[in-house]
């Protein structure tokens, strides 16, 4: 069974520093990655995915993370953290192919100014 | 365009009561999904519809019934709440089943049971 970890339940940063988010996964076959941001009192919304192809994926709002298959991780980054950034983050992992994915226990993320 | 709605945001239920949570989308989308989210914990699929009239269980499924009997309506149907049912319970659709494809999720329905 497939399943992911994110170091961190908590990550501060301050307004314009580099931004690391940690995911790593388990799976037996090759995995499909997705990152999720979740703001305040609302659903959660796709950030990046990697499926196939190249390992450094970006996404939207400046973000983006790389597939290691040797460190079975799936980082996520952003060189300058704004303070519209501040909310919780989720890695996600499908093994199947399929939209059944499992999510990690996410990472909350707050920027100070 | 609305995307994915759920009603009531927020609900207090004792022990024992029943309800349903609903779930619209108006994208046209074949596939979705009931989530819940523990505090603390990520989410966990409950159940999913890959199209009207099929149902499918998720992770979690005990206490909870689904029924899809529009493309658009995706409801939730908790029989008899418990404790354990307190969390905040999301929908989402897809258009397709394959991971190329975006989940878009509604903005959740609190759940508190005493």
């Known amino acids: 069974a497939q399943s992911v970890t994110q170091l961190g339940s908590h990550v501060s940063v301050s307004e314009g520093a580099l931004v690391l988010l940690r995911c790593n996964y388990s799976?037996?076959?090759?995995?499909?990655l997705f990152w999720y941001v979740q703001y305040p009192n609302q659903g959660l919304q796709l950030l990046l995915k990697?499926?196939?192809?190249?390992?450094l994926v970006k996404g939207i709002n400046g973000f983006e993370a790389e597939f290691k298959k040797s460190e079975t991780s799936f980082h996520l980054t952003k060189p300058s953290a704004h303070m519209s950034d501040a909310a919780e983050y989720f890695c996600?992992?499908?093994?199947?192919?399929?939209?059944?994915?499992?999510f990690g226990t996410g990472t909350r993320l707050l920027v100070s100014p | 365009n609305a995307g994915v709605t759920q009603t009531p945001k927020f609900r207090i239920l004792k022990i024992g009561q029943s309800m349903t949570l609903q779930c619209t989308q108006d994208?046209?989308?074949?596939?979705m999904y009931w989530y819940r989210q523990d505090p603390g914990m990520g989410l966990k699929l409950i159940y999913y519809?890959?199209?009207?009239?099929?149902?499918d269980k998720g992770e979690v499924p005990n206490g909870y019934n689904v029924s899809r009997s529009t493309t658009e309506d995706f409801p939730l149907r908790l029989e008899l709440a418990a404790p354990s049912q307190t969390s905040v319970y999301f929908c989402?659709?897809?258009?397709?089943?394959?991971?190329?494809?975006?989940?878009?999720f509604g903005p959740g329905t609190r759940l508190t049971v005493l």
């Open positions: 990697y499926t196939t192809g190249a390992t």
């Open positions: 989402a659709s897809t258009k397709g089943a394959g991971v190329t494809d975006t989940q878009y």
């Open positions: 519809s890959v199209g009207a009239g099929i149902t």
């Open positions: 996600a992992v499908s093994a199947t192919g399929f939209q059944k994915l499992v």
């Open positions: 799976s037996s076959v090759p995995p499909y």
């Open positions: 994208m046209n989308h074949n596939y």
